[in-house]
T-cell receptor
Framework: RKEVEQDPGPFNVPEGATVAFNCTYSNSASQSFFWYRQDCRKEPKLLMSVYSSGNEDGRFTAQLNRASQYISLLIRDSKLSDSATYLC????????????FGRGTSLIVHP | EPEVTQTPSHQVTQMGQEVILRCVPISNHLYFYWYRQILGQKVEFLVSFYNNEISEKSEIFDDQFSVERPDGSNFTLKIRSTKLEDSAMYFCARGQAMNTEAFFGQGTRLTVV
């Protein structure tokens, strides 16, 4: 059973579009959630943390749904530079804090 | 500006050899991590290091691997008796605590031939 699941995509969208990704997790005791972006053959870079109340950073909005055990990332007004792989990361609570990464969702923004 | 500096950027080694990957944190953080990412696969946690000792390690981090912070600055990952399947990107990262965000270095690409 996969602990953190993401639709691999690719999501192919035009500039200016709004796109949303979901990430489901299996461990109900998970306590910390993050979205990273990763460009091809580069290191993951923190995009945003995900808070229980939801949070927004410019064009990016992250939400957490504990009842259904998923987090989401919404990107508004997509730019060409948003093309990347978006990684979901989940950290459990209660003894072990080993983070689990999803395999990522690929986004391609075209002109 | 990288959060940590990793050297070398690319290492090619023969199967069975030992390699040492190095990481130098830019800022003063307490937690350091090693992750690996096999080409085309997800990022996998290897080990966390706090206060000069291992805090947690994954199933991947077996006797073939070891970590050290020999001089209080550099943080190293040693891989003994390398196998072809050890070929991957190895990322060092730093963080404030185990359950907070991690900031990654640019990685070392290890190729075992």
């Amino acid at each position: 059973r996969k602990e953190v699941e993401q639709d691999p995509g690719p999501f192919n969208v035009p500039e200016g579009a709004t796109v949303a990704f979901n990430c489901t997790y299996s461990n109900s005791a998970s306590q910390s959630f993050f979205w990273y972006r990763q460009d091809c053959r580069k290191e993951p870079k923190l995009l945003m943390s995900v808070y229980s109340s939801g949070n927004e950073d410019g064009r990016f909005t992250a939400q957490l749904n504990r009842a259904s055990q998923y987090i989401s990332l919404l990107i508004r007004d997509s730019k060409l530079s948003d093309s990347a792989t978006y990684l979901c990361v989940v950290i459990p609570s209660g003894g072990s804090y080993i983070p689990t990464f999803g395999r990522g969702t690929s986004l391609i923004v075209h002109p | 500006e990288p959060e940590v500096t990793q050297t070398p950027s690319h290492q090619v080694t023969q199967m069975g050899q030992e390699v040492i990957l190095r990481c130098v944190p830019i800022s003063n953080h307490l937690y350091f991590y090693w992750y690996r990412q096999i080409l085309g696969q997800k990022v996998e946690f290897l080990v966390s290091f706090y206060n000069n000792e291992i805090s947690e390690k994954s199933e991947i981090f077996d006797d073939q691997f070891s970590v050290e912070r020999p001089d209080g600055s550099n943080f190293t990952l040693k891989i003994r008796s390398t196998k072809l399947e050890d070929s991957a990107m190895y990322f060092c990262a730093r963080g404030q605590a185990m359950n907070t965000e991690a900031f990654f270095g640019q990685g070392t690409r290890l190729t075992v031939v």
